[in-house]
């Protein structure tokens, strides 16, 4: 950041008063500039015994698969930002979706919120960011081709919540390491 939104004015990097973190402060007005993570949230739409799964077409990792979910909006609560981003990826109406997990991933200063619910119907179409939706078992999950990590840990908590005949609600953390390798911590 180099010019305050607030007058236009430069704005220098540094630790305010009663503040422990650098922030963007403008030379001028004083405004600090606070940026805070991302939330995403999204959803893992169950019909039968499938899933529904996006290809997306766009970037980030365009062309690969993955679960309905994208940024929250403003003035949108977290479960209906999940709702929507079904309707927008997957042309996807939800039902009885509950909380599922929660990823803090601060390489990306994003946190994750997933939900599982009832794909109405079993309908679903592609969206304008998703080439092509599938509903597919958990032997046909192309897990090669999934976009993100976070897709992958939920995916595979899910199928092991599944198997045990019991949905909790999952936390964990997917952190980069030194190497640039990524190391997933469940806290549950």
């Known amino acids: 950041m180099k010019y305050c939104s607030a007058c236009g004015e430069r704005v220098s990097l540094i630790i305010p008063d009663g503040d422990n973190r650098f922030r963007h402060v403008c030379d001028s007005c004083g405004d600090i500039h606070y940026q805070n993570p991302k939330i995403v949230t999204g959803c893992i739409p169950e019909w039968q015994d499938d899933i529904l799964l996006c290809r997306r077409a766009i970037e980030p990792q365009s062309g690969k698969w993955t679960l309905p979910a994208g940024f929250m909006e403003n003035e949108e609560t977290n479960l209906e930002g999940a709702a929507r981003e079904a309707r927008e990826e997957a042309n996807a109406e939800m039902r009885d979706m509950k909380l599922f997990s929660m990823f803090s991933i601060p390489h990306r200063n994003q946190i994750y919120t997933m939900y599982r619910g009832i794909l ?43 198997k045990k005949g019991e949905f909790k609600i999952h936390y964990g953390e997917i952190v980069m390491q030194d190497d640039g390798e990524l190391s997933v911590i469940m806290i549950e």
């Open 120 to 162: 109405h119907e079993g309908r679903a179409s592609a969206g304008e960011e998703t080439l092509e939706v599938a509903m597919v078992s958990e032997k046909d999950i192309p897990w090669a081709e999934l976009a993100f990590p976070v897709v992958i840990e939920n995916l595979k908590l899910y199928f092991e919540d599944r």
